[in-house]
């Protein structure tokens, strides 16, 4: 009776726990269409890097979701549920392959996003450049009544610079001076950007790579234990043997003479027939 109930109650956790993997795999399903839908592969290069980031952030959902599934192996399993084992261990197989291919993807994306990042700050300080060359060109060929109008234009915006407006020489001086201290500093602002934005998506990279890399191997590794689920022949039920004590103790014996008793038991023959 106590082992009906244990079985039982096996049983019933097991469902429990499938049915809860189940749940767990179609949240997986959900979030994985949301992050490839509508698809831009080759066309957008931060939305690939995104899209890894969020398949192998939700990648421990459809893992153990796996795990909960095969629990219990073919046990208390309808033929119905034995052939859903069998594609979802091919399943396992798929989303391994999904985050290598993604994986691949990703360092792609990477690689134009920095690509990106470089022609962006490149552009804008050629930009840039290009406006302090015309503001020194300006300054070169500008009377001494512009002169002073950009002077006082220049005290207004920034009240921390103090001009020599007397002598338009000196002026011309200071302002050159100014143009290049502004030249220098959007340099080191574009520099330090972009060293920045590298710096980050370095990281980032590597964080998600090695998730990717985890999340294949793991799926792949479920996909190689329920070889189980795959086979279609029947495993052949081993007869069982009682190995407990109580079994041991309860099976029947059979008493074998010794040649020791038979000669004990000789002295008391042989009396006898005496008597």
């Known amino acids: 009776m106590s082992n009906t109930n244990s079985n039982s109650t096996e049983v019933i956790t097991a469902n429990l726990l499938r049915f809860a993997g189940y749940g767990l795999l179609l949240l997986a399903f959900s979030n994985f269409f949301d992050a490839i839908i509508p698809p831009q592969f080759g066309k957008d290069a931060p939305w690939e890097f995104s899209t890894l980031g969020k398949l192998v952030g939700t990648s421990p959902v459809p893992i153990i979701g796996l795990i909960l ?18 594609f979802l261990s091919w399943l396992s197989l798929l989303l391994s392959i999904i985050y290598v291919l993604m994986l691949l993807v990703g360092i792609s994306a990477a690689i134009r996003i920095n690509n990106d990042n470089n022609n962006q ?12 060359n015309t503001a020194k060109e300006n300054l070169k060929n500008t009377n001494d009544a512009n002169l002073l109008r950009a002077a006082e234009f220049i005290e207004k915006r920034s009240p921390n610079i103090k001009l020599n407006k007397s002598n338009p020489a000196e002026l011309r001086k ?14 080191a602002n574009i520099d330090t950007s972009r060293g920045r934005a590298f710096r980050q998506l370095i990281k980032q990279a590597i964080k998600w790579y090695f998730e990717a890399i985890v999340s294949a191997v793991v799926l792949f590794g479920i996909w190689s234990q329920t070889k189980w689920a795959r086979t279609s022949s ?33 002295p008391s023959t042989s009396t006898e027939e005496q008597n």
Request: glycine share 6%; net charge positive.
């Open 174 to 187: 200071q302002l050159e001076t100014e143009i290049g201290k502004n030249e220098e500093a959007i340099k």
């Open 69 to 86: 599934i095969f629990y219990g192996e073919s046990t208390a399993r309808s033929p119905f549920g034995k052939k859903i084992l069998k």
């Open 234 to 266: 029947r495993r052949k039920k081993k007869s069982k043997t009682s190995t407990s004590l109580g079994d041991i103790a309860g099976a029947p014996t059979l008493d074998l003479e010794s040649p020791n008793s038979q000669s004990k038991d000789s």
């Open 121 to 132: 700050a490149s552009l804008t300080l050629s930009q840039q450049l290009a406006q302090f």
